[in-house]
Every structure is written in C-alpha cells, then in structure tokens.
C-alpha cells in the first residue's frame, strides 16, 4: 500500500506541473516508495490531467519502473554488455525459471523480486548478480540456484 502522504508532498514539490515533469515526479515517488502503486498513478493522473492508462504507457516505456513493490530478497541481474558476453542471459533465465517470475516482478509470497539493470560498475566480476546489495561475482546458473535456495531456507528458519 502506498503512503500518500508521501506521495502528495512529492507533488507538492512539483506546483503547477505540466507533462514534462511526469518521470521526473513518478522517479521520486519510485525512489520513496519503492515502486509505482496504482493508487500513485491515479494521484499523479489527476494532478497532471493525464489519464492513468497513459501514465501506464510511459512508465512501462522506460523500463526502470516498477509497478510492485520489492521482495524481501531484491535480485539485480546485470545485462550489460560485459556481463553478457561473460553469460549473464542464462543466469537471468535460470533466475526466471527457479523465481517464476520476470524482471519488474515479485514473488507472490513476497520474497523475491527481480529487476535487470545495465551495468553495476562491476565488469570486471562478470556475470554480476547483486542481492540486496551485495555482490555475487563471477555468477553461473549453478551459483545462482544455490543462493535463491539458501535465501529461502533463511526465510523458512525465520518462520
Ligand atoms: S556490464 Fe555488468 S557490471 Fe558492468
């Protein structure tokens, strides 16, 4: 659930916005939030007089935003072009598979939730694969099956 709060004083800051400042505002509710929530871009569709379909439209255009909100356990798979030449297209597919979900998605328990990025600064540990801020070098399909089932069973030890 979004806080609205957060979202009106976002707004706030943007008096008298017209289109152009559409990613700009849906940047730093992204930021603040974590994610676009529906009721966000309904709030931004009436301050901006655009219908909310529309801001869908250009939101999912650039594909930095996230329409739900992060997993417990946030995986970063690197697509740049070092990580791809060094394999990282069968690390993201092997993540797909094992987590059952695409880049932009969560988990319905919550737990996971995946994103691609273009490059992390890290080339020179490709394939790069970053959990919650920590950085998984050299990554393989195998590796990667291995950290998504230790983050699961910390998950169920918590239980
Ligand atoms: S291309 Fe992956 S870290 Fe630079």
Partial sequence: MADMTRVE????????AGRDHLIPILQEIQEA?????R??????????????????????????FRFQPKGVHHVMVCRGTACHVKGSKRVLDQVTRTLRIEPG???RDGQFSLEVVACMG??????????NG???AKATP???????????EQEL???
């Fill in 9 to 16: 004083s976002i707004l706030e800051g943007h008096p008298a």
């Fill in 157 to 159: 030890s918590h239980v």
């Fill in 39 to 64: 009721e966000a871009i309904t709030r931004v569709g009436e301050a901006l007089h655009l219908p909310a379909s529309k801001i869908f439209g250009v939101a999912t255009f650039y594909n930095m």
């Fill in 134 to 136: 920590q950085f998984h």
């Fill in 33 to 37: 939030e974590g994610y676009l929530s």
């Fill in 105 to 107: 998605q969560t988990t």
């Fill in 142 to 152: 195998l590796k990667l099956q291995r950290i998504l089932d230790a983050c699961r």
């Fill in 122 to 131: 890290a080339c020179g540990l490709a394939p790069v694969v970053n959990i």
